[in-house]
């Protein structure tokens, strides 16, 4: 079993052991931690968090899109953590995860994988 410490800055710096087996909102409610979710498959952005150190395996979200990605949210109840991470959790941490597409549509690099155009700048290689 390995294990990873999972920092929340804006619930004070608690911090949390999981087990990088299981996904984080397993490991996170299970220790009292207080999160919204929805589908627990990955298929909705109820349980979206910003993370801002570390890594995480998130292949099975099907919710995000790239800019999402890029701008570091993860959907915790697929992600599965490959060290150890922090993350800013709650509506505190959605600052760029919603964004009108009407004012700012998203360009085509920025798109879900698989209809999004790649870049071809190999300097901004996507996640």
Do not use: W
């Not at 052991?17 to 298929?43: I, N």
């Not at 992600?79 to 360009?107: M, W």
Request: glycine share 8%; charged share 20%.
């Amino acid at each position: 079993m390995t294990m990873y410490t999972i920092t929340l800055v804006n619930r004070g710096d608690a911090t949390y052991q999981v087990d990088g087996k299981k996904t984080l909102l397993e490991s996170l409610r299970a220790q009292g931690v207080d999160l919204p979710y929805g589908c627990k498959y990955g298929g909705c952005i109820t349980c979206a968090a910003k993370i801002t150190k570390g890594s995480v395996n998130q292949t099975a979200q099907v919710a995000l899109n790239n800019r999402q990605i890029n701008d570091g949210y993860v959907i915790l109840c697929v992600a599965r953590p490959t060290s150890d991470c922090t993350f800013e959790i709650g509506v505190e941490s959605h600052d760029q995860l919603y964004r009108n597409p009407f004012l700012d549509p998203l360009k085509p690099h920025e798109l879900k994988a698989d209809v999004a155009t790649p870049l071809k700048d190999s300097s901004e290689e996507l996640l």
